[in-house]
Structure formats: structure tokens, C-alpha cells
């Protein structure tokens, strides 16, 4: 589990950067559109997957207060639902994947 955990954090964190070179480049606005969503509708579920399994390994300690996790784990949870809920997202990838075609 924490070798998937740590995966995954990588990989969101390398979307991050490419989309932030994207848009460092000013590469046109449909395409900065669609890695933006991508980039940010992964890393937030990356986050609340994560959150979730640290949550679980440390088991009953993981929804204790005293402990970050638990609020690691909701402070995920808004991840995924400001700046347009992941559905949304979603939406906007599949958009302009299926208009590229």
C-alpha cells in the first residue's frame, strides 16, 4: 500500500509540473484546458486515495483528531470538489479529447 501510495503522489505531482510547463509556455488555450483538468481531477483523487489509505493503515489512530491524517483526509476531500468537482472536470477532458478527434 505505501508503495502504491508513493506512485501515485509521483505521478500527480509530475502532471503538476507539465501542466504548470504548459501553461508556462502559453500553449493554446484548449490544450492548457484539457491537461489543467487532467492534472487536477487526478492529483485530488491521488490525494483522497492516499489520505484514505494512511487512514486505513494506521486504523483506528487514522480518524483520531491528535492525528494529521484525519484532517490530511478532508482537507483531500475539498480538493476534489473546489475550482469545479472532478465530475466536471471530467466532463471538460472528455469534451476536448472527443473534438481532437
Same mark, same amino acid.
Do not use: P, W
Given at each position: 500500500?505505501?508503495?502504491?501510495?508513493?506512485?501515485?503522489? !509521483?505521478?500527480?505531482?509530475?502532471?503538476?509540473?507539465?501542466? =504548470?510547463?504548459?501553461?508556462?509556455?502559453? $500553449?493554446?488555450?484548449?490544450?492548457?484546458?484539457?491537461?489543467?483538468?487532467?492534472?487536477?481531477?487526478?492529483? =485530488?483523487?491521488?490525494?483522497?486515495?492516499?489520505?484514505?489509505?494512511?487512514?486505513?493503515? *494506521?486504523?483506528?489512530?487514522?480518524?483520531?483528531?491528535?492525528?494529521?491524517?484525519? $484532517?490530511?483526509?478532508?482537507?483531500?476531500?475539498?480538493?476534489?470538489?473546489? !475550482?469545479?468537482?472532478?465530475?466536471?472536470?471530467?466532463?471538460?477532458?472528455?469534451?476536448?479529447? *472527443?473534438? =481532437?478527434?
Amino acid at each position: 500500500m505505501i508503495a502504491d501510495m508513493a506512485m501515485n503522489i !509521483e505521478v500527480a505531482r509530475r502532471m503538476i509540473y507539465t501542466t =504548470s510547463e504548459y501553461i508556462g509556455h502559453k $500553449r493554446a488555450d484548449k490544450e492548457m484546458a484539457t491537461f489543467a483538468a487532467m492534472a487536477k481531477c487526478f492529483a =485530488s483523487d491521488m490525494a483522497m486515495k492516499v489520505t484514505t489509505d494512511a487512514v486505513q493503515i *494506521l486504523g483506528g489512530y487514522g480518524i483520531m483528531k491528535e492525528y494529521h491524517v484525519e $484532517r490530511m483526509m478532508r482537507d483531500a476531500k475539498v480538493t476534489q470538489i473546489i !475550482e469545479g468537482t472532478n465530475q466536471i472536470q471530467r466532463i471538460i477532458i472528455a469534451r476536448n479529447v *472527443l473534438s =481532437s478527434q
